[in-house]
């Protein structure tokens, strides 16, 4: 066999791997390792996240949402999970999807794999327990994430995602800041960060309507995660 035949398959057999270990039902989902941040797309869709959640102001943020009939994935931290399950239920009922934010909030990059996998598949377990669902996305606690962690995610079936518009409401900069920081960032495809639990949350539960109301005038959808990777976008109903 030539070098170059050997190469080859090399790299069939690397890509059949790849394939094979790729995340449950994520449509989209690129090679193990990939951390997603925004959807590559002309149209206006965009997806919002709250993270750091179950907290009080989870309940609120819902019912939020309902009013203006959209849609939101929560990046839950497991041992609040276990907290208030009831919360989770909630999320899951109303339609919204729940994402994996590790179990105790921690920089995995200082943890070792067998620390890491634990912070992973522990959350899964209590949103599991919680709600009947397991998680398909996770996001790094302050975006920490480089490839070991990224495969590792995949190796137990979540899809790593940061974020494309951060208006960094958790700093508590005022209402109005927060929502100018938002449409000024937004792109089609974008993925919002918001907060919905890890201290005082007042100011995202002001300005998330006015985000919404804005950005639904200018023509945006808005998405789960999963509906924004790997499903068409709806039609929003008339208002
Ligand atoms: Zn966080």
């Given at each position: 066999?030539?070098?170059?035949?050997?190469?080859?398959?090399?790299?069939?057999?690397?890509?059949?791997?790849?394939?094979?270990?790729?995340?449950?039902?994520?449509?989209?989902?690129?090679?193990?390792?990939?951390?997603?941040?925004?959807?590559?797309?002309?149209?206006?869709?965009?997806?919002?996240?709250?993270?750091?959640?179950?907290?009080?102001?989870?309940?609120?943020?819902?019912?939020?949402?309902?009013?203006?009939?959209v849609h939101a994935t929560f990046f839950v931290?497991?041992?609040?999970?276990?907290?208030?399950?009831?919360?989770?239920?909630?999320?899951?009922?109303?339609?919204?999807?729940?994402?994996?934010?590790?179990?105790?909030?921690?920089?995995?990059?200082?943890?070792?794999?067998?620390?890491?996998?634990?912070?992973?598949?522990?959350?899964?377990?209590?949103?599991?327990?919680?709600?009947?669902?397991?998680?398909?996305?996770?996001?790094?606690?302050?975006?920490?994430?480089?490839?070991?962690?990224?495969?590792?995610?995949?190796?137990?079936?979540?899809?790593?995602?940061?974020?494309?518009?951060?208006?960094?409401?958790?700093?508590?900069?005022?209402?109005?800041?927060?929502?100018?920081?938002?449409?000024?960032?937004?792109?089609?495809?974008?993925?919002?960060?918001?907060?919905?639990?890890?201290?005082?949350?007042?100011?995202?539960?002001?300005?998330?309507?006015?985000?919404?109301?804005?950005?639904?005038?200018?023509?945006?959808?808005?998405?789960?995660l999963s509906e924004l990777f790997g499903a068409?976008?709806?039609?929003?109903?008339?208002?």
């Amino acid at each position: 066999m030539t070098e170059k035949f050997i190469h080859l398959i090399a790299a069939v057999l690397l890509v059949a791997v790849c394939i094979q270990s790729r995340p449950r039902d994520v449509a989209g989902a690129g090679i193990p390792g990939s951390v997603f941040t925004s959807k590559a797309t002309q149209q206006r869709v965009v997806a919002l996240t709250f993270d750091d959640g179950p907290s009080l102001y989870t309940r609120p943020v819902l019912q939020i949402l309902r009013i203006h009939r959209v849609h939101a994935t929560f990046f839950v931290i497991g041992r609040q999970v276990a907290r208030d399950p009831a919360a989770v239920r909630a999320v899951v009922a109303a339609g919204d999807e729940i994402g994996n934010h590790t179990y105790t909030h921690t920089d995995l990059e200082f943890l070792n794999e067998a620390a890491d996998a634990a912070e992973l598949t522990r959350t899964d377990a209590a949103v599991e327990a919680a709600s009947g669902t397991i998680p398909l996305w996770f996001r790094p606690p302050y975006g920490a994430i480089d490839g070991r962690i990224a495969r590792l995610a995949a190796s137990v079936g979540l899809q790593p995602i940061t974020w494309s518009v951060d208006p960094a409401d958790w700093s508590l900069p005022g209402t109005s800041l927060i929502v100018s920081r938002v449409l000024l960032q937004v792109r089609p495809g974008g993925v919002i960060l918001l907060h919905d639990g890890g201290g005082n949350r007042s100011e995202t539960l002001a300005a998330l309507p006015s985000i919404v109301e804005i950005l639904q005038a200018r023509g945006y959808h808005f998405l789960t995660l999963s509906e924004l990777f790997g499903a068409v976008p709806m039609p929003v109903p008339p208002r």
